[in-house]
């Protein structure tokens, strides 16, 4: 019997009619699957196109989380103040007349010293009737203070985040090189902590605040910025408050981008006291030495000392240990300012954090992200956490 294909007649009046219906069938339902795919494809290429040219309202009313996170570079804020005289630029940060700047500091009157660094001074400017900035004075005659000058300069001119210092410009003269910088009033932690007020204007939250805007600046160098940024000089004199005791970090001349040289071949550098133990003794530098430092930052806001200076960070280390890790001592080697004014249990947690930052084995320390997301649930939430103060118990005072 011969085979059938699908379009062979079998019979003339019984297949003639069904075979028409089918093809019919199949037109319409070719007919509509390429209108269906062709939808398909126009919406496709204007979501693409939409996602890649959106609009100008758009662009306005929805900044991105990128955007947002970083804040708004202060440099081209200069341009409003026409008294401002700049002289040229460097990458994109202005560089202003060395005339303005000795005019600004009155000529670098010590009255206006704001603080000292190992290369030179912090001065107090007015560039404007309306502007105040801060002016650090570097003395350039070695290449380690150039390297730093330029180091900071092109490190603090690319970054752009609201815990992290900014920059307005530069200036030249000679050896002599200047970085200005908003100015922050309330100086920096350590004159808050162990200067004439003794740590009286720093509640428990707001140093909670502090530990917490410290912790989001490192962060972005470490988690956020490309290539990732260690710090490597984190300390209390280099984190600075504003009118509001908001914290930025600052003083970035010895940090270094991840990958821009052979981290174990770096010169030490650094303050003792807040030096990791595996960077002092072997050299050896990661993200985790920032973390290190941060924990006796943290260790400073507890208990209101300095870092025990000439001595290991072993040692240092060890010096509050038992004290921080047994609870019912704990409470009586805190800051006297902040004594009985937290939640015994934020005390705690804040006090193991703080022993999990100092550990000498760096695996063994948190990343920086971790320790933040740990603050967020202990700070108010005017002050920039998730913490409501109407559900907290405090400690009463006895």
Not at 100 to 125: D, P
Not at 290 to 316: I, M
Request: aromatic share 6%; hydrophobic share 40%.
């Amino acid at each position: 019997m011969p085979a059938f294909s699908p379009g062979t007649q079998v019979g003339e009046n019984q297949q003639d009619h069904p075979t028409h219906s089918h093809k019919k069938m199949i037109i319409a339902l070719a007919t509509a699957s390429a209108a269906l795919g062709l939808l398909i494809l126009s919406l496709l290429c204007f979501w693409i196109y939409s996602a890649k040219y959106p609009s100008k309202s758009n662009r306005k009313k929805v900044p991105t989380s990128s955007d947002a996170e970083k804040g708004l570079p202060l440099a081209p804020f200069l341009s409003k103040f026409s008294s401002i005289k700049m002289v040229g630029k460097r990458g994109c940060l202005p560089i202003i007349d060395y005339k303005q700047i000795e005019k600004g500091t009155n000529n670098f009157r010590e009255s206006n010293i704001l603080g000292e660094g190992g290369f030179g001074c912090v001065y107090k400017a007015q560039l404007d009737e309306n502007l105040d900035v801060a002016v650090k004075k570097l003395h350039c005659e070695t290449q380690n203070a150039e390297r730093e000058f330029e180091n900071e300069v092109d490190l603090l001119s690319e970054i752009h985040h609201p815990n992290i210092i900014s920059v307005l410009g530069c200036s030249i003269n000679d050896d002599t090189r200047f970085i200005i910088y908003e100015l922050m009033q309330n100086g920096s932690l350590e004159t808050q902590l162990h200067g004439p007020s003794h740590g009286a204007a720093l509640s428990w939250h707001m140093r909670m605040k502090i530990a917490l805007d410290t912790a989001r600046g490192l962060e972005y160098l470490h988690e956020h910025h490309k290539p990732a940024v260690i710090h490597r000089d984190l300390k209390s004199s280099n984190i600075l408050l504003d009118a509001n005791f908001n914290a930025k970090l600052s003083d970035f001349g010895l940090a270094i981008k991840d990958g821009s040289q052979s981290k174990n071949n770096i010169k030490l550098s650094g303050t003792l006291g807040y030096v990791a133990p595996e960077y002092l003794l072997d050299g050896k530098l990661t993200d985790k030495s920032d973390v290190y430092a941060f924990g006796v930052v943290l260790l400073e806001l507890l208990l209101g000392k300095r870092p025990v200076e000439k001595l290991a960070p072993s040692q240092c280390q060890s010096l509050a240990m038992p004290q921080l890790t047994d609870r019912s001592k704990l409470p009586n080697i805190v800051d006297a300012v902040i004594k009985n004014s937290m939640d015994l249990k934020h005390l705690y947690q804040v006090a193991a954090v703080a022993v999990l930052c100092v550990q000498p084995e760096p695996s063994y320390r948190p990343l920086i992200t971790d320790v933040l997301h740990s603050l967020i649930p202990l700070v108010p939430v005017e002050l920039g956490g998730t913490l409501r103060l109407q559900q907290v118990t405090h400690t009463q005072e006895s």
